[in-house]
């Protein structure tokens, strides 16, 4: 069934249905991954958006019970080259369109990737639907289209939740959290209580914790910045925190770091970050939109990390105060596994 992405500056692109045959609007966004479609699909960082994946197919591994970043996908919908028709006829694994169906997302393949691609060089952000027509009627409707505020509501967790074990007591502010920082601190015996973004400061403390970690998050940072702030207040410097995307803007800015937007948004697998001291290289997975300015940090950084391709700091340490920040996603999924001993790091904070 021929279905149609429609933008708002009036442009069409038509492909092939895929997927559930609702009509979908949203904010698009690229993904640059080769690889983990799976982990980027239901990556609650990507909620609201209809991601663009840039691999030239995608589909062939399937669907599995491993790869879930939350059980419950956000995306408004995905386009794609091409996809494989053809997975493993293992009962562990899913096809792709019958996912997509189950989940109530659409997608459109047989699409130029690469001309969505340099619409991006000139627009910072994109409304588009997904639709059965591209009528005058319909790009009316993307015109009047106003994409949703604090999209960080809509995917953090409402009730708190423990992920039990029997190391050091942790705090988790979920922003849109990944399951996969969850198994990262269950290997290193994290007790973790996962709460609310917008989580009294009493009710961290009745937890004990002796560390908190802001995840990562769809949002931006003024519309959570009101609720993290007493946060910051109470526990800043007392014991350890780590900001993580959203997060790392969130106490970037509770720091009164500079934020600068970046040019296009980082959301994949392939962005190197160098740490100042070492000269050691990290390819990194990032799904955020802005970096800090380096010439704003007033405070000495025991370690520094830099975005390559911009020079702006994507990451930093201060055992003084106890803090780190990373914009960058250490637990990979998808992506290279460069920078788990982040994990580590905030680990030995705690001691």
């Known amino acids: 069934m021929k279905r149609f992405l429609i933008l708002e500056d009036g442009s069409s692109f038509s492909g092939e249905g895929l997927g559930a045959s609702i009509i979908s609007t949203g904010e698009l966004a690229i993904q640059t991954g080769n690889f983990g479609y799976q982990e980027a699909l239901t990556d609650p960082t990507n909620a609201g958006k209809i991601l663009v994946y840039t691999a030239p197919m995608i589909g062939g591994n399937g669907i599995n019970a491993i790869d879930y970043e939350s059980i419950n996908p956000t995306v408004k919908g995905i386009i794609v080259n091409d996809v494989a028709k053809n997975i493993s006829d293992s009962e562990n ?22 001309a969505l691609v340099h619409l991006f060089i000139q627009e910072k952000t994109i409304k588009a639907s997904i639709m059965d027509t591209d009528d ?13 505020k604090n999209r960080t509501a809509s995917v953090s967790t409402k009730n708190a939740y423990a992920v039990p074990n029997v190391g050091k007591t942790v705090a988790i502010i979920d922003l ?18 996962v709460l609310p973004y917008d989580v009294s400061v009493p009710d961290i403390k ?6 908190i970690i802001f995840s990562g998050g769809p949002g931006k940072v003024e519309e959570v910045q009101s609720a993290l702030e007493p946060v ?34 980082f959301n994949g697998t392939n962005y190197p970050v160098i740490e100042q001291n070492s000269n050691q290289l990290w390819q990194t997975a990032m799904n955020i939109d802005q970096l800090v ?35 960058f996603n250490a637990e990979g999924a998808p992506g290279s596994l460069d920078a788990l001993e982040i994990f580590d790091d905030f680990v030995k904070m705690m001691v």
């Open 293 to 327: 300015l380096p010439g704003s940090v007033q405070m000495n950084m025991e370690r520094e990390y830099y975005d390559v391709h911009s020079d702006l700091l994507a990451g930093f340490t201060n055992r003084q105060n106890k803090v780190i920040g990373t914009a």
């Open 206 to 211: 009745n937890l004990r914790p002796e560390g």
């Open 136 to 148: 005058e009627h319909a790009f009316d409707q993307i015109k009047a289209l106003v994409l949703p």
């Open 232 to 265: 910051f207040e109470a526990f800043y410097s007392h014991i350890p925190v780590w900001g993580i995307g959203l997060g790392f803007l969130a106490l970037s800015s509770y720091l009164n770091f500079e934020l600068i937007d970046l040019p296009i948004a």
């Open 93 to 114: 694994f899913q096809d792709l369109d019958s996912f997509l169906k189950e989940k109530n997302i659409p997608a459109i393949y047989n699409v130029d990737t690469r």
């Open 176 to 193: 849109g959290l990944k399951h996969s920082m969850l198994r990262e601190l269950s290997l290193r015996k994290i007790n973790a209580t």
